[in-house]
Structures are given as structure tokens and as C-alpha cells.
């Protein structure tokens, strides 16, 4: 609590001083590799921001209170990349990895969400992306494996056979 | 019974709540397990420690570098930093927060994130001294990372530790709630089968008693059926099926009134059912056996007696009716009462022929003993008066049995009438002890009378039936008593205005065999072996008594013990009067001279009138025959005459009826003393008789002695209603003593009378009247018992006269008494020698 109303000042603060973000948003791309390793797309924010929006309010084992979710969702961005195969393995900033297989990414779950509560996240804040399921809205969810592959600060992609 | 279910079921309810709530528990418990509420805390929580070590690797780089990635730092202070978010908030944050060893913790990694983001958010470059402070920032508060992450592993570890435990407590509970469900359910198992069992055997014990009620209604004698409120009948035992000829398969279902009630009492019956459902006010319902009819099945009405009870089959009402087809017993009722009427009716027929037989029998009789008579005036051999004698006597004991035979048949028709008037009870007992003693002295028996005090009184009865009946019982006593005595008692018990008269007749015979009691009172018992006259019982004497006492409303009976004794006793009702005074005597005009009267004989049979013509022709009258009521009565009218024979029952018109006309009408035998002839017993006509103005009244057979007395007594001046020896009741004496004794009684009642007499005339002489009126009191008593009835009469005369104050009246009497004594007398011993 406490920290986070500091990290809002903080925020509010660096917008203020610096006009400009510290941290570059640009190079935090979503690198999408097939099986061979070979990259097949980087989508950057204003990429998936054009891809169809999907968009959920519930809460999170990580967060306080109800907290809106927009994005698109992983299926669409596979899609987009024409991706295909038995898994996918996602990985972060700080190289933490899952994998999900493929059968278990439907059309609307996850979701590769770029903003929360209509604000894009930095990394501080578990930005840039995160993949997370609209866990109120079913409690079959809430499991460890989904949270577990609820990944945040999520910057690759890659399908795996 | 409704209550233990009631609480049973509640039990079994709340525990299984119970269990549902418990069950229910385990499963959100269950879910909770299976919704993993944390990811990985222990993770989420080293993972600072490693991104901050990261950190720190990257800031030593960067210093120990001459070109340091300086972007590289700022990635990884980012992470760094991002990490510290989920420590702080959500889940895990939760499990530090409001924690005392963790707030210390939590406040001094805030510290180093707002050094740090302040450091980094610095503007322009990182420079050396920033990385430096940046080291020194990292290295100071790794210690507290540390703890912090020690401390999450201990929170965690107890927390999934607690989660266990409940869990397990919460499956400790369920399984015993479980357990406790499945014993309450053993032992309602248990209860169940012990009232299942129970259930059993009072279903067997039920049944059983079911069985037996099966068997006795399907071998009850009686039908039995039952029928439920709308009529239809419900059983029917075998017993019924063979009454009514209806089997089980045909009739179980159908109504009543279709069936087994008969048409014609079908409304009644609907009626009866319809009133009894609506009010319950039972006519035939539970009111015991009643006779009704019933349908077979083929058609036939038939008698039944029908017993209907109800009984309350849940809401219905069950009728069940016990029949007994009772055609039989009526049809033998039926058989019976034919019988007994057939039987009446014979036995009327029977009545009727005796009395019809008896009065055929006397008129022929009337013609043989007159002629006898006759026979007897004619100058006859030894020999031919004896064969006379046997002819007589024998007609005579003929005509006693006639007459026995009319009393029995009288009473047993209800046709003896009595002639109930004020008489002395102490005279009319005193006369018959009087009349008997003579007897009882000759057989030396003692005759001992005791006269209760309050009886000696005037009674409102028919005293000479009272006298035949105590002549009866103390003549049978005396001649079946060899020695000792005899008692006659007379008491009373006075009500209001009768007295209950007890008169007990005790001797000390042999006595009567108790099986013998009854007999003894029966009519012609011993007729059969009457011979020498030795048992009691013999002829009807006994039985008409009884029948008399009966008919006067007492009874007669007997106690007797062998060789001790017999006592009869009479007890008759008497209705008490005061003596009535004494009539005056009605005078009759008629005075004639002894001899040569002129008589007209009305008389329809011709030989009773040629016997009766002559026995009068042969006392020295003049007679005169008419063989009508009609002809007598035109005869009556031509001339007058002296007397008038007068037969009651004639053709054209009977003797009643002509005397009556005789006595209406002017003529010149208005006043002519008529005598009226009767073939018929003395009762029958005897009112009649007197209403139409008969002046006496004799029953056939007429015999010449009691012909010369009524003539006798048409001498006298002042003589009353003609009277003649009355022969019934001598002839009753002599049935009760026999012949000889018979004989004896009159002879000592004449010694005795002439005694009185002697002593009649010297106390009219000297004028001393002292034992006079005893003494005619008592031969008067006598006389009447003996059937003299004519010197009753002029012992009356005497008695007025002593009375009157007249010596020369009294004188007279006296002289006039005499004469009929003597007169009785050969008429007494006239009808004795006819007898055997």
C-alpha cells in the first residue's frame, strides 16, 4: 500500500521532470520465434493495439481489488504471426519460463494484456505484456498451472513441437 | 406409536443434515484445495531475493566495467523492483501484512525501493557514484530479504500446515458424523426389525384368530350375513348358501333387496336403512331375534329369525345379520296349534256328547226307575222283589254316574254356575260334622270340629256346594280311617273385605303315596278297578270338589304322609255380608185336603208321562196329560187343578215358556203350584225356572217318593215353595258312605229328629223355650245335608213360630214337621233300597 502510493508519486513525478519515459518502451518488443528458433514477427504496442481488442475486469491473486484487463489475446497474436504447433513457450524479462500446450489456448484465453486498468504497464510494474485468464469469471482458472503460466514482463514467444 | 416415528425420522433428519453440512464443507474444503489460491508463495518470494541478487551482480558488472551497460542495470532494477510489488500486495502480501516480525521487514524494503527508484529516477545518466550508492543500497538490505524470505517459508509452512489440519479435522468430523449416522441407522435398523418382527407375529397371531373366526362362521349352524351401508353383501358363510340357495361367487357384491329380501318388504327395508344411517335410531339393529321372511334364490318365501348387529369397519358400517330359516319350526308351531285346536275341539265335541248323553240317558232312565217303582206298589214274589231291587239299584248307580259325569262336564264347560247368598258358615259346617258323626261313632273314630273364632259369621258364597264338598272330604275321611279320629278345622285369614277360608279335613288313615297325590284328584281314575270301593280317587267325588274349589276361586289339596295320616284342605275366598234378616215366608192360597188332587201332567216323551200317570194314579190322583207346552197350557186354562207336572224341554213350546204364559195370563191356574221336570241337570234351568214362576223343581228321574213328598207338601196350610227330598244330595251321601252307612246316618238322624221332637212338644207345653232353637239349628243343619230338603223347610216354619210367640202355631208346626219327617223318612229309605 504503502509502496504503491509511492511508486505513484514516483510515477507521477518522472512524467512531470522527464516529459519522456526513462525506460525504452520501443525496445520492448514481442519477439515471436517458430520451432526452429527462426523469428517470424516483433510486435511492438502500437502492432498489437491494432490486432482485435479483448477486454475483462476481475481480480488477481497479485493485485488489490478488481482490476481491468485489455489486450489481445494469444490466440489472435499466433495467429497473426501464423504460428503452429503443439505448445507454446513463453518467457520473460528475467528469462522465467512456461510452456502451455497449444489445445489449451482457446479463443478467448489468455490473454496477452498491454494495459491495465487502461494504462500500459511498465516493467517495474509488470509490464510490458502479461498473460492472464479472466479468473472470476470461471473457477476452473484459478489453478496453480494457470497461475503459473499467468507470465508477466512476458517479451517472446516461440512454438515448440 | 406416531410419535416415536415422529421422533425417529427427526433424528435420522438432523443427523443427515448434519452430515450434509459436514459433507458439504469437505467439499468446499476440497475445492479450495483444487483452486490453488497462491501460485507458488515460496517462489514469488525468493524470486526477490534472486532479482535483487540479479541486481546486484549487474551494479558490480557495471562497476568493475570501464563501458558499463548501464541500460542493462536500470532492466534489472526494474525487475528488481517489479518483484517487490507481490510481496507487498495481493496474495502473499496478505500473509505479512498485520504480522509484527514482518513490518519491520516490509518498511525497510519500502525504504530501499524508494532509494532506489529515487536514484534511478534521477535525471540523466547513472553515473559511478549513483551505482555506488545503488551497491551499498543492495548489500544493506539483502540481510532483510533474506529474513523476509525465511520468514514467508515459516508462514507458509504453517499455513499450509493449518489448512491440513482443518481439513483434517473437518474430515475427522464428517467421518464420525458419518459413523454416528450409520449407528443411529444400525439401531433404527435394529428397532425396525424388532417391530418388523413384532409386526409379524401379531399379523400371524391375527391371522390365526382370523382363521378360527373364518372357520366358526363357515360352520356356523346359523347363516350368517353381512352387508355394508349401501345394502351390498360383504359375506356370506356356507350356512347361509344352503338357506338361501345362493352360492358365495354369486352373491358377494349384490345388494340385499335384490336378493334375499322379498319384494314386498324391499321399501320397508330401504326405508329402515335409509332412517338408521341418518339418525342411528335402531328398529331391528342390535334389538335381539326377530322373525321376518326371506328369498331363497328360487323364489320361495320363508320364515326366518334374524339377529342384526352393526359394527364400525373404519368410516363404514358393517351390518351383520344371524339368520335361522325357522320354516320347520314354524310348520311344527303350525302342526302343533292344529293339534291342540283339533284336540279343544274334541274335547268340546266330548263335553258336549256327555251332556248330551247324560240327558239322553236320564229320560229312559226317568222310564225305568218309575216303572220299578211301579212295580215295586204291585204285590210281587221274593224273588221278583229282589230282581226288582238289583233292576233299581243298578239304574240308580247308572244315574249316578250320569250324574257325576254332567257335574265334570258342567265345569269343565264352564257351565256349573254357582248361586252364591248370605249363609251361616259355623251351621253349614255344623251340619255336615252333625250329619257324619253318627257315622264316625259307629266306626269309633272321633269327630272333632274346630271352629275358628271370626269364621262363625254370614258368608256371601253358594253354601250347599261348600257342604257337598266338606260332606266329601269328611265322608272319604271317615271311611278310609280305621281308628283314631278325624279333625275338621275351619280358619280364616280376614282381609279387607273377603276372608281366605281354610277348611281342613285331618284323619289318621294310612295315607296317601305321594305319587298318589295328584291322581287321587283326577276324574275316573279308579273306575277301572272299582271294585269293593276301597282306594280314594274312586268315581269323581274328589274330582268335582276340586274342580268347585277352583271354580269358586280356593283350591283343594291334599298332605299325607304313609301310616300317618291325611289332611285335605279346602281354602275357598268368602266374601263377608251381615246376616241378612229373615225373610218372610210368601203363603200360598192353596189349601186342600190330603187326598184326591187333580194333576196335569205336561209331559212330551210318552212313556215318562204314562209312568208319571201312573204312579200318581196309584197315590189316588186324577191326572190329566198334555203332551206339549202348548197343550198344557190350553189344558191349564179349561179347568183348574192342583198341580202342574211340568217338563222343561218339549216340542211346540217348552215348559218354561208355558208356565210363564200360565202365571201372565188370568186363569184359573194362575196361582196353581207348578212343579218343573228336568231331564237336564238341576242348574241349567233352575233360574229359568224360577223367573217363569215354577214353584219347585225336580230332576228326572221323578221317583215316587219324591213324588208323594212334593204331594205331602201341597197338605200343608202354610207350607213355602213346595220342596221335595232333594235326591242329588242324598244320593251324594250315600256316595260318600256307602249304603249301609248311608242307612245308619238317616236312622240315627231320625232317632235323633223324633228325640228333638219329644223335646220340641214338652217345651212347647210348658212354654219354656230353652234348647229349642239349638236343637232345630242343628237338625235343621242335618236335614239339609242328608237332602231333606222338605223338613228344612217346615224346621224353618218352626223356627218362625218359636219367634211369633204363638203356642198353638208352634204346635201346629211342630205337628205339620212331624208328618214330613215321617214322609222324608220312607222316601230317604225308598231311595236307599234302591240303592245296593
Not at chain 2, 311344527?332 to 265335541?349: S, T
Request: net charge negative; proline share 3%; hydrophobic share 45%.
Amino acid at each position: 500500500m504503502l509502496f504503491r502510493s509511492v511508486l505513484t508519486l514516483l510515477q507521477a513525478a518522472v512524467l512531470l521532470t522527464c516529459g519522456a519515459p526513462v525506460l525504452a518502451q520501443d525496445a520492448l518488443a514481442l519477439i515471436l520465434s517458430d520451432q526452429a528458433g527462426q523469428v517470424v514477427a516483433e510486435y511492438d504496442l502500437a502492432d498489437l493495439d491494432a490486432m482485435p481488442q479483448t477486454e475483462f475486469t476481475t481480480t488477481t491473486i497479485w493485485t488489490e481489488g478488481p482490476v481491468t484487463f485489455t489486450g489481445v489475446t494469444l490466440a489472435t497474436v499466433l495467429d497473426a504471426a501464423g504460428l503452429r504447433g503443439a505448445s507454446v513457450s513463453m518467457t520473460a524479462l528475467n528469462d522465467y519460463s512456461v510452456d502451455i500446450p497449444m489445445d489449451e489456448i482457446t479463443e478467448t484465453a489468455p490473454l496477452l494484456a498491454t494495459r491495465m486498468d487502461g494504462e500500459v504497464m511498465s516493467v517495474r510494474d509488470r509490464g510490458p505484456y502479461w498473460i492472464v485468464y479472466d479468473y472470476d469469471a470461471d473457477p476452473a482458472f484459478q489453478t496453480e498451472t494457470n497461475y503459473a503460466r499467468s507470465i508477466w514482463q512476458l517479451n517472446r514467444l516461440r512454438t515448440m513441437d | 406409536m406416531l410419535a416415536k416415528r415422529i421422533a425417529t425420522l427427526a433424528v435420522i433428519l438432523v443427523l443427515s443434515l448434519f452430515l450434509g453440512v459436514l459433507g458439504n464443507n469437505v467439499l468446499v474444503q476440497l475445492r479450495g484445495l483444487s483452486i490453488a489460491e497462491t501460485d507458488n508463495m515460496q517462489w514469488t518470494i525468493l524470486q526477490v531475493e534472486t532479482e535483487i541478487a540479479n541486481l546486484q551482480v549487474a551494479v558490480l558488472e557495471a562497476l568493475t566495467d570501464d563501458n558499463p551497460d548501464l541500460d542493462a542495470v536500470r532492466l534489472r532494477s526494474d525487475i528488481a523492483l517489479s518483484r517487490l510489488g507481490p510481496v507487498q500486495n495481493g496474495r502473499t502480501g496478505e500473509l505479512f501484512r498485520e504480522n509484527a516480525q514482518a513490518m519491520p521487514l516490509l518498511a525497510a524494503i519500502d525504504a530501499f525501493a524508494a532509494s532506489l527508484i529515487g536514484i534511478l529516477d534521477t535525471p540523466g545518466r547513472l553515473d559511478r557514484v549513483d551505482l555506488v550508492e545503488m551497491r551499498e543500497l543492495i548489500v544493506g538490505i539483502r540481510p532483510d530479504v533474506r529474513q523476509l524470505a525465511l520468514f514467508g517459508l515459516q508462514l507458509g509452512v504453517e499455513r499450509s500446515e493449518a489448512r491440513r489440519v482443518a481439513f483434517s479435522d473437518q474430515l475427522w468430523r464428517t467421518g464420525a458424523t458419518a459413523i454416528a449416522l450409520i449407528a443411529a441407522l444400525g439401531v433404527l435398523l435394529l428397532v425396525l426389525d424388532r417391530v418388523l418382527a413384532r409386526a409379524r407375529q401379531r399379523d400371524l397371531a391375527l391371522r390365526a384368530s382370523s382363521d378360527r373366526l373364518v372357520s366358526t362362521v363357515e360352520a356356523s349352524l346359523d347363516a350368517i350375513v353381512a352387508a355394508d351401508q349401501a345394502g351390498r353383501i360383504v359375506q356370506f358363510n356356507s350356512a347361509a348358501e344352503r338357506i338361501f340357495g345362493w352360492t358365495n361367487a354369486e352373491i358377494l357384491g349384490r345388494k340385499m333387496d335384490e336378493t334375499i329380501i322379498p319384494p314386498q318388504h324391499r321399501n320397508a327395508h330401504k326405508a329402515g336403512m335409509d332412517r338408521y344411517l341418518a339418525t342411528h335410531e335402531a328398529h331391528v339393529v342390535g334389538g335381539g331375534r326377530v322373525e321376518l321372511s326371506a328369498l331363497r334364490k328360487t323364489g320361495e318365501e320363508f320364515p326366518v329369525e334374524i339377529n342384526i348387529t352393526s359394527v364400525r369397519d373404519g368410516a363404514e358400517e358393517l351390518f351383520i345379520a344371524y339368520l335361522r330359516d325357522i320354516s320347520l319350526r314354524k310348520i311344527n308351531e303350525q302342526k302343533l296349534i292344529d293339534a291342540r285346536d283339533r284336540a279343544l275341539r274334541m274335547d268340546r265335541a266330548k263335553s258336549q256328547f256327555l251332556a248330551v248323553m247324560s240327558h239322553e240317558m236320564r229320560t229312559p232312565l226317568n222310564g225305568v226307575l218309575g216303572v220299578l217303582d211301579l212295580l215295586r206298589t204291585t204285590k210281587l214274589t221274593e224273588r221278583q222283589e229282589r230282581y226288582v231291587g238289583v233292576a233299581a239299584a243298578s239304574g240308580e248307580i247308572l244315574l249316578e254316574h250320569v250324574n257325576e259325569a254332567l257335574d265334570i262336564t258342567r265345569i269343565e264347560m264352564g257351565s256349573m254356575s254357582l248361586s252364591p247368598a248370605p249363609f251361616p258358615l259355623r251351621r253349614c259346617v255344623e251340619g255336615v260334622v252333625d250329619v257324619l258323626s253318627p257315622l264316625a261313632q259307629e266306626r269309633n273314630l272321633a269327630l272333632e270340629l274346630e271352629f275358628g273364632t271370626g269364621m262363625d259369621r254370614h258368608f256371601l258364597a253358594d253354601g250347599g256346594r261348600i257342604a257337598q264338598m266338606l260332606t266329601n272330604l269328611v265322608g272319604n275321611a271317615i271311611k278310609f280311617t280305621d281308628a283314631g279320629s278325624i279333625h275338621v278345622s275351619v280358619t280364616g285369614i280376614h282381609g279387607a273385605d273377603a276372608t281366605s277360608a281354610t277348611f281342613a279335613v285331618r284323619d289318621t288313615g294310612p295315607g296317601i303315596s305321594p305319587e298318589n297325590h295328584e291322581r287321587i284328584f283326577e276324574d275316573f281314575v279308579a273306575l277301572a278297578h272299582a271294585e269293593g270301593r276301597q282306594s280314594r280317587g274312586d268315581g269323581l267325588g274328589l274330582s268335582i270338589a276340586r274342580k268347585t274349589a277352583r271354580l269358586m276361586g280356593g283350591d283343594l289339596t291334599v298332605t299325607s304322609k304313609m301310616g300317618e295320616g291325611s289332611t285335605f284342605s279346602l281354602v275357598l275366598p268368602l266374601e263377608r255380608v251381615s246376616a241378612p234378616a229373615d225373610a218372610a215366608t210368601p203363603e200360598l192360597t192353596h189349601t186342600r185336603p190330603v187326598s184326591a188332587r187333580s194333576i196335569l201332567v205336561v209331559e212330551d216323551n210318552a212313556i215318562n208321562r204314562s209312568v208319571l200317570h201312573e204312579m200318581l194314579k196309584g197315590l189316588g190322583h186324577s191326572v190329566q196329560e198334555a203332551k206339549d207346552g202348548l197343550e198344557g197350557l190350553n189344558a191349564a186354562k179349561n179347568c183348574a187343578v192342583d198341580l202342574i207336572i211340568m217338563d222343561i224341554s218339549m216340542p211346540v213350546m217348552d215348559g218354561i215358556e208355558a208356565t210363564r204364559r200360565i202365571r201372565q195370563e188370568a186363569g184359573p191356574n194362575q196361582s196353581t203350584p207348578i212343579l218343573g221336570l228336568t231331564a237336564h241337570g238341576r242348574e241349567e234351568y233352575r233360574t229359568q225356572a224360577e223367573q217363569a214362576g215354577m214353584t219347585a223343581f225336580c230332576t228326572k228321574p221323578i221317583r215316587l217318593a219324591v213324588l208323594q213328598e212334593v204331594l205331602s207338601g201341597l197338605d200343608r196350610a202354610d207350607l213355602g215353595p213346595v220342596v221335595s227330598i232333594d235326591g242329588v244330595v242324598l244320593r251324594e251321601m250315600i256316595d260318600a258312605l256307602g249304603v249301609s252307612r248311608a242307612r245308619t246316618t238317616l236312622d240315627r238322624f231320625r232317632s235323633e229328629f223324633d228325640d228333638g221332637i219329644a223335646l220340641l212338644l214338652q217345651e212347647t207345653e210348658t212354654g219354656v223355650i230353652a234348647e229349642m232353637p239349638a236343637l232345630v239349628h242343628k237338625l235343621r243343619g242335618a236335614a239339609a245335608m242328608i237332602g231333606l230338603t222338605g223338613i228344612v223347610v217346615h224346621l224353618d216354619v218352626v223356627s218362625d213360630a218359636m219367634a211369633g210367640d204363638d203356642p198353638a202355631a208352634l204346635t201346629s208346626a211342630i205337628q205339620s214337621l212331624r208328618h214330613a219327617a215321617n214322609a222324608a223318612q220312607g222316601q230317604a229309605l225308598d231311595i236307599l233300597s234302591t240303592v245296593r
